[in-house]
């Protein structure tokens, strides 16, 4: 039986792939539409664009793992183990801080949003945006366990990527 948390994660695997499902099905359409019927439909590239923002924001919110994403680590794979300890520390920290600052204002804007709709699909720019807020809490969170389990030293600082010798 699987844990909450992996089937949470599966859940959210599901929405990522619906929502490259619906960017993929909307692409189709456009090109048929375009390049067989010769009538382009414009709703259909606003759609792939509103579908590859959230799939990006979802994805790295929900889908990926820390070790995961993009990073460039080779300082931290050459330092031992309690360096990489506070590297990752003042990583998560920076995260964490960053965002937090960032949170008010990303509202503000977000927010604004509502009295302006998206050009073809007539969606409200804040549905349409509104995936930033969601990623920036969920990262946090995310980023603040992390940085919690560094203190508590439970968090594996390997990277998988280090030579032994």
Not at 4 to 20: E, F, I, N, Q, S
Not at 55 to 77: I, K, P, S
């Amino acid at each position: 039986m699987s844990s909450k948390p992996d089937w949470l994660r599966a859940r959210a695997d599901d929405v990522a792939v619906g929502l490259l499902t619906a960017m993929f099905l909307a692409f189709v359409v456009q090109i048929t539409a375009r390049y067989v019927f010769n009538h382009p439909l414009p709703w259909t590239l606003e759609l792939c664009l509103t579908t590859w923002l959230w799939t990006v924001f979802w994805g790295a919110a929900f889908c990926l793992q820390n070790d995961e994403h993009v990073r460039f680590d080779m300082l931290y794979n050459a330092v031992p183990r309690r360096v990489r300890r506070y590297f990752a520390g003042a990583g998560a920290l920076a995260i964490v801080v960053g965002l937090l600052v960032s949170m008010p204002g990303s509202w503000s804007f977000v927010s604004f949003l509502m009295i302006k709709k998206s050009a073809t699909l007539r969606i409200p720019l804040t549905y349409v945006f509104g995936i930033y807020m969601l990623f920036l809490l969920a990262t946090v969170v995310a980023y603040g366990w992390r940085l919690l389990r560094i203190i508590r030293d439970e968090e594996d600082l390997s990277s998988g990527d280090e030579v032994t010798t």
